[in-house]
């Protein structure tokens, strides 16, 4: 096969010319069809074979053009489409696209229309030198070649060409053709677009499209009123005229005995295309008119009863009518109906319906809240979705639906959700929770209590300025400065893994420990709450040794150094001890912490003893944030419940009451409010570390801690339950009777734990559980809690250990009691937390048991 030489026109395509051999399809430069290049095209094994196909190509038809070969020149433009369409250069075609638009054959005009369109815009400089020919081809007499040059002007028409050309396009409007006229309204709406001084050019033709029977031009003219429309609102009293003759048209369509129903017919409704758009328009057409309204109240009514929902048709429609009845001054009934179609949508399959449901709702959900809420529960289902599009436009929705009558419980709603969604959404989660907080909280005292409720559920997760803002809330608010840190100081206690709630318990243990160690602040029946100045310390320093996070630790280091500093005034009998931890700041890493550590270290030299008590005064509050708490009720600021049992209090205190409308163990286990009970789960044996319960940090009211193993009695309860607390449960009878097969209630990360349940002779059944460590290394630290429905009563021993050393199985164990006063009705379900520390890690999981056998 011969080497053919450089091709001078070929050079462009690939930036060089193009060698090599040639396949026989450019065999004498003949020129190809469209199919065959296609054919040759697809051929092609790599990108390099495509881009030499297409160069010969491009060089043999740039040939053609230079040569002015007219019998192949529509062709060599075809070819030239498919070309662009694949991402290659053509623009050396566009002035054989005018030349075969002045054709007088209609082939190849109509390949010139094409090409016209595709390969030029309304930027190109030669489009103008088209316009006569455009001209020209209005006034044919055949009705297609009028059809290409209205398409074409609709199309790609600049500002010079729609003012030339609309005299003649407002004649055609009033053509006897409806082909004619539909295309010419279509062409009206682009010189609208772009001629602002002639937009009322078309005003007197729009009525009678209209007016019009055939509906393909019934649809061009209710585009052209609604581009109008929106070009110019001023016009929309003027057309207001016209909604008889669109509700006529409507009605039409949506009875069942229509005339030409099956011509239109998709899916079972008749031409839903039509459908849409004369909604569309009714809805500007009603916009702020009562009169215009009522006007179609009634067929807004017929549309939305009548067409079904099975098909996506179908919902289209009903889509576009809820939009129409939500934006006009619609009768209450019939928002409640479009209200309501909107929640059958949510109830769909189908996720794009679900989407296009929720995304209305956030634009409508200030139209009427008070049916929206009869939603809320679907609404708040949707945040459970897999897809993440669906949970983030449901939160929108959730959020907006808060009001001052629903916070407490719309809270409550998204911190059960919190505790299970997924970490990419716990952010935005927390953000819209501490918003909504912030906007609608009753009083200082509930935002407050949220506020370190959602810290201690996704305290990671929880915004730099949202923490500052609870520090400026709990500034502002010194009657509650002492409950405030001592609620803090106990859930620092239990827990040092969520970031914010360490951030924030260290600056307030720093500005107001004097609070917390002063020996004032009272419980429960007047019982003093009684924190030492080490103990303190001796939380400091656990932070400083465990971070929550330990790519972020210079920043707590920073904040445990300026609490520090500032309790060498509240607490100065720990100042030495003071001294030698800011002392080990001095060498660190980090620049900012080791100047700080160095500058407070000075700060205590001998020199500084008559300034320093004023230098390390609390920080001072803005008149602004003052002004804020004192607009809102602070609440009760009396410290009314109790810490978990074995917190290493040396006073006990009775039972408290506790604020048990936060969030509800029955929404953890989805039982029906006022339905649940919480649960009693047990501390860890020795009663050392504080380690609270599931209630604590969900401050459900009436928990029952069981005694520390060894305990004598009730007497040794614990001084301060922060979170809500009771009573301790008395332990049930064990006299065996029945036993049942074992139960995994939890598996995951070498941690196995089985329940073996036992029932009673009295009703009542004991569940032991064993717990399986099959890891390599101890876990350490080991707490095992448990929740119940209120229906059930649950009495916790504490656990054999708090250590379940490796290749174990069984060694450790924990008892007990259960009593459901709904056996046989209800089974029991138990919502379970697990905590240890495994190579140094603290781990804590959540889980939920419900496979226990039939009775219990």
């Known amino acids: 096969q011969a080497c053919w030489p450089s091709v001078p026109s070929a050079r462009g395509v690939l930036g060089g010319w193009v060698r090599g051999p040639l396949p026989p399809l450019f065999a004498g430069g003949m020129s190809i069809k469209l199919r065959e290049l296609i054919r040759s095209i697809r051929a092609c094994k790599t990108a390099a074979e495509e881009r030499a196909v297409i160069a010969r190509e491009c060089a043999l038809i740039r040939t053609a053009f230079k040569e002015d070969d007219n019998q192949f020149r529509h062709r060599n433009v075809a070819k030239l489409l498919f070309i662009h369409m694949m991402g290659y250069p053509t623009h050396f075609g566009q002035m054989e696209c005018l030349k075969l638009i002045a054709s007088s054959k209609f082939p190849e005009k109509r390949v010139g229309y094409l090409g016209l369109t595709q390969l030029l815009d309304e930027n190109t400089e030669v489009l103008m030198l088209v316009t006569n020919s455009i001209k020209n081809d209005m006034g044919n007499e055949n009705q297609y070649v009028n059809g290409l040059a209205l398409c074409a002007l609709g199309n790609i028409g600049s500002n010079e060409m729609c003012r030339a050309l609309a005299r003649e396009v407002e004649h ?66 003027e057309f207001r005229r016209h909604i008889p003759s669109l509700v006529r048209a409507l009605r039409n369509m949506v009875t069942s005995g229509y005339t030409n129903a099956a011509e239109y017919d998709i899916a079972g409704i008749t031409d839903p295309f039509l459908q849409a758009r004369i909604l569309r328009l009714l809805r500007i057409l009603g916009e702020r008119s009562v009169e215009a309204s009522d006007e179609m109240n009634d067929i807004l009514a017929q549309v939305a009863t009548n067409t079904e929902g099975t098909k996506n048709t179908g919902n289209s429609i009903l889509y576009e009518c809820v939009l129409t009845i939500m934006s006009i001054e619609a009768e209450s009934g019939l928002r409640v109906l479009g209200v309501n179609i909107l929640g059958r949508f949510l109830l769909s399959r189908d996720n794009n319906i679900r989407y296009v449901a929720l995304a209305t709702l956030q634009r409508v959900v200030n139209v009427d809240m008070q049916v929206m809420q009869r939603h809320r529960n679907t609404i708040i289902e949707c945040l459970k979705d897999a897809d993440i599009s669906i949970r983030k436009r449901a939160l929108d929705v959730t959020y907006s639906l808060i009001d001052d009558t629903n916070i407490k419980s719309m809270t409550k709603e998204l911190l059960n959700y919190l505790l299970v969604a997924d970490s990419d959404f716990k952010e935005e989660l927390c953000s819209r929770i501490c918003m909504a907080v912030e906007k609608f909280s009753p009083n200082r005292r509930w935002q407050i209590d949220t506020l370190i409720k959602v810290m201690c559920l996704g305290g990671n997760y929880v ?79 656990d932070v400083v040794r465990k971070p929550p996070q330990a790519d972020k630790a210079a920043a707590t280091h920073t904040l445990v150094a300026a609490a520090l500093i500032k309790l060498v005034t509240r607490c100065p ?6 001294r030698k931890l800011l002392q080990r700041f001095e060498c660190s890493l980090n620049v900012d912490l080791q100047q700080r550590a160095c500058e407070f270290l000075e700060l205590l030299g001998s020199d500084w003893d008559a300034s320093r008590s004023g230098i390390l005064d609390r920080m001072p509050v803005a008149d602004r944030e003052i002004g804020g708490a004192d607009s809102r009720d602070i609440g009760d600021a009396s410290i009314d419940e109790v810490p978990p049992a074995g917190a290493g209090r040396p006073a006990p205190v009775g039972g408290g009451g506790g604020a048990k409308d936060l969030l509800d163990l029955n929404d953890l286990l989805d039982a029906p409010s006022g339905a649940a ?29 069981a005694p520390a193993a060894g305990g004598g009695g009730g007497a040794d309860m614990g001084l301060l339950d922060i979170f809500g607390g009771g009573g301790p449960a008395p332990a049930a009878a064990a006299p065996a009777a029945q036993e049942s097969a074992p139960v995994v209630a939890y598996e995951k990360n070498g941690l196995k734990i089985t329940m073996f349940c036992r029932k009673e002779a009295n009703g009542s059944a004991t569940i032991m559980a064993k717990f399986a460590n099959s890891l390599t290394v101890p876990m350490t630290n080991f707490v095992f809690e448990a929740a119940v429905p209120k229906y059930v009563k649950l009495n916790m021993n504490p656990a054999t250990g708090q250590v379940l050393p490796p290749q174990t199985d069984g060694l450790v164990s924990q008892t007990m009691q259960v009593e459901n006063s709904m056996a046989g009705e209800k089974g029991l379900q138990m919502r379970l937390r697990i905590g240890y520390v495994a190579n140094g890690t603290p781990v804590q999981e959540m889980a939920q048991c419900g496979n226990f056998p039939p009775g219990y």
């Not at 730099?464 to 709990?474: A, L």
């Open 463 to 541: 915004k730099e300025q949202q923490r500052e803002r609870f520090c400026r809330v709990v500034a502002a608010t010194p009657e509650l400065h002492s409950y405030t840190v001592i609620k803090l100081y106990f859930n620092m206690k239990e827990s040092l893994t969520q970031e914010a709630l360490v951030h924030v318990g260290v600056w307030c243990l720093g500005e107001f420990g004097d609070h917390l160690v002063s020996g004032r602040a009272v419980g429960p029946d007047n019982q003093p709450i009684h924190v030492s100045a080490s103990d303190v310390l001796d939380l400091m320093q």
């Open 677 to 705: 009970q919480p649960a009693a789960p047990a501390p860890a044996a020795g009663g050392s570390g504080g380690g609270g319960d599931l209630l604590d940090l969900l401050d459900g009211g009436g928990a029952a801690p």
């Open 172 to 237: 055609m409007m009033a053509a006897t053709n409806p082909y004619i006229r539909k295309k010419a309204a279509l062409c009206a709406m682009r010189i609208i677009r772009k001629v602002d001084e002639i937009e009322d050019k078309f005003n007197g033709k729009i009525g009678s499209l209209l007016e019009d029977r055939n509906h393909g031009v019934l649809l061009a003219g209710c585009s052209l009123l609604t581009a109008l429309l929106e070009t110019n609102r001023d016009y929309i009293k």
């Open 573 to 578: 009998g720990e100042f030495e001890r003071i």
